[in-house]
């Protein structure tokens, strides 16, 4: 049996190539919109894909499962469980086979069997994973967002990501009831989970790849809560508030993911476009450093540095339905990575790029440039100048500690709530260390705030120095 990992480390995770040696048959479980990684990885092993699976219907990320069923004219095997609402828009597909659980899925010698575990979302699937070569007994499980190693996946994204009022205590508890299931599996079994650390679909994921299920009865903290109600009130507790984009992932990938295909570079526009563009309200996304943009950036940009945050910052702040233009640091460097990270989130619809040498341009032929002061945390301590200071971090960090007299709107609801920032005076913003505030700082220059500032260092830096936090 071949079994090989993929895991995309800006979004923290993992999808599953599983292959037959002996028919050269294979399979994915969870795949990204990156298809050519596991047709080559297929092909490298003189291997086809003859069938793709999903665990549920994901948030976090746009799933590559159309994508590689229209590549590879694999079979795509989706869950048929939970209510309609929340049922696969395009099961009618004559290449989808509907998935209820206890069905065989033979893959060579290899047998996947699905293991409706809901909770995390109502119609999620576990995967029996067998080798038939050697047993007849299961391995491990393909756990996808159910158990990860040291927690489990949180019930409440539907609530708050997608709004379905009153779902989380419901979701909460029928994950309680799956957990039960779950935990009287064999201790041997491998825990091959779809997220890893730093996954927002979860608050406390830990950074092995898997683990048993065995080791997870002795240490993860959900099976060692016996009592349905404790259970709820712990797992709901202290969840972070989730990346604004999911909203927009749930609904595509239930519905269908559109199709992307052979793509296509978008084109280098020439650096004195971006004057017209800006004009014309274009969304430009400047993707240096935050130090690089504090010190100077043309005017109207917004400011996403390119680092393992950036799919999750820019589906925060960026628009699905409008082109977006670049300012990358080459085409290997800058260009590539963001647009793999934009495209993972659906956001494709890249019109063009430019180099950072559009900055230099732009004083030269339009003016000054744009600055972001930064604030030092002694300075601002001894005179806020009637400041308004705007914290953009998360409602949970917000109740551990606080500066006194900060208002608090987090990033991905920021947009929504624009019109809550006064438009005159000085807007100084914090966050926990001054990467999502630097990212903030921009978006309310690009709405018309001309006095803006950024703590730095954010919280992390209040606190170093000495001075309190309420909450």
Known sequence: MLFRRFYDDPLAQASYLIGCQSTGDAFVVDPNRDADQYIAAAEAERMRIIGVAETHIHADFLSGTRE???????????????????????????????????????????????????GHTPEHLSFFVTDGAASDDPMGVLTGDFVFVGDVGRPDLLEKAVRVVGSSDSAARTLFASLQQFKSLPDHLQVWPAH??????????????????????????????????????????GQPEPPRYFAVMKRLNRDGPPI?????????????????????????????????????????????????????YGGAVLPYDRDLYLIVDGE?????????????????????????????????????LGTVPQIDARDFAADRHGAFLLDVRGLTEWREGRISGATLIPLPELLDRIDEVPKE???????????????AASVLLSRGRRQVGNLVGGLSAWTGAGFPVEG
């Open 260 to 312: 992307l295909g052979r793509v296509s570079a978008p084109e280098r526009i020439a650096e004195n476009r971006l004057p017209a563009l800006i004009r014309e309200g274009a969304v430009v996304v400047d993707t240096r450093s935050a130090a690089a943009f504090a010190a100077a950036h043309i005017p109207g940009t917004l400011n996403i540095p390119l680092n393992k945050n950036f799919a999750t």
């Open 196 to 237: 890893g650390a730093g996954s927002a679909c979860g608050k406390g994921i830990g950074a092995v790849p898997q683990s048993t299920i065995g080791y997870e009865r002795r240490v993860n903290w959900a099976f060692g809560i016996g009592d349905e109600t404790s259970f709820v009130k712990q797992v709901l507790d």
């Open 68 to 118: 590689l069923a229209d590549r590879t004219g694999a079979r795509m095997y989706l869950s048929d469980t939970g209510p309609s609402e929340w049922r696969y828009g395009f099961r009618d597909d004559p290449r989808v086979v509907a998935l209820k659980g206890g069905e065989k899925i033979p893959v060579g010698n290899i047998r996947l069997e699905p293991l409706p575990t809901p």
């Open 425 to 439: 005076g000085l807007i100084v913003v914090q966050c926990q260390s001054g990467s999502r505030s630097s990212i």
């Open 332 to 368: 290997a460097r800058g260009l590539a990575p963001v647009l793999r990270q934009l495209t993972f989130i659906g956001l494709d619809r890249v019109a063009g790029y430019a180099g950072p040498e559009a900055v230099k341009m732009w004083a030269r032929d339009q003016g000054s």
